[in-house]
């Protein structure tokens, strides 16, 4: 269940849902997930599904993870992304496989260890892991071209706002404002010389995200 091949049967399910890029379907193609999860759930790791990595947070499915970094990457060159909880780790080694300089920010100070040890043996020389809160952003690494937030804010951090590059994208979840019962939607948001736009992309389910650190 943890094969190359098992690896690729995934990559085809993402390409029958509609993912599109090559540059991200081979990056999900060559990152081993099994190893991001825990081992009674390593037969599990390519199925389309969020899994449970403790703390009370997810390693999210491969399907989310592809389409918003295929939203990140439409018509783009990659550049420097920040990555909003690392979580187990996987994601930042699926941008990494894509991305020239990937900073990845993590609250849970003991899953930012456990993420550190999941990457070792990956030798991903292009990965900057960090403790920090979210909601600040990395601001002496900013500015980002892209932005990746893997937990559902109520609304777009400031902060994170304005460590985007001017041209640049940021894509995560926000929490529905209209008392929709915890409904969530992504939302691109794109930073021009003129201010920031915003489009409201697929409903989406994640953890919702903290502030401070932990």
């Known amino acids: 269940m943890t094969s190359q091949r098992t690896r690729s049967r995934m990559v085809e399910r993402l390409r029958a849902k509609g993912i599109r890029d090559e540059r991200v379907l081979a990056a999900l193609g060559s990152v081993p997930r099994h190893l991001f999860v825990e081992e009674a759930l390593a037969s599990r790791a390519y199925e389309d599904t969020a899994l449970p990595i403790g703390f009370?947070?997810?390693i999210s499915q491969p399907y989310v993870v592809a389409r918003m970094i295929e939203l990140l990457l439409d018509g783009k060159t990659p550049g420097k992304v920040l990555e909003v909880g690392?979580?187990?780790?996987y994601?930042?080694?699926?941008l990494a496989a894509?991305?020239?300089e990937v900073y990845s920010l993590e609250?849970?100070?003991a899953l930012l260890e456990r993420a550190r040890r999941n990457l070792l043996g990956l030798r991903l020389a292009n990965l900057r892991l960090a403790h920090g809160d979210g909601y600040a952003g990395l601001e002496q690494a900013a500015p980002f071209h892209?932005?990746?937030v893997a937990a559902a804010a109520p609304s777009i951090p400031e902060a994170l706002a304005r460590q985007l590059a001017p041209g640049?994208?940021?894509i995560l979840p926000l929490a529905a404002q209209n008392g929709s019962g915890g409904a969530q939607r992504l939302v691109l948001v794109e930073r021009s010389g003129r201010g920031y736009t915003e489009a409201e992309l697929d409903p989406v389910r994640f953890v919702p995200m903290e502030a401070g650190k932990a």
């Open 56 to 58: 009370s947070q997810t």
């Open 86 to 89: 690392t979580g187990c780790g």
């Open 91 to 94: 994601q930042a080694a699926v």
């Open 98 to 100: 894509i991305f020239p």
């Open 107 to 109: 609250r849970i100070r």
């Open 146 to 148: 892209s932005i990746i």
């Open 168 to 170: 640049g994208r940021m």
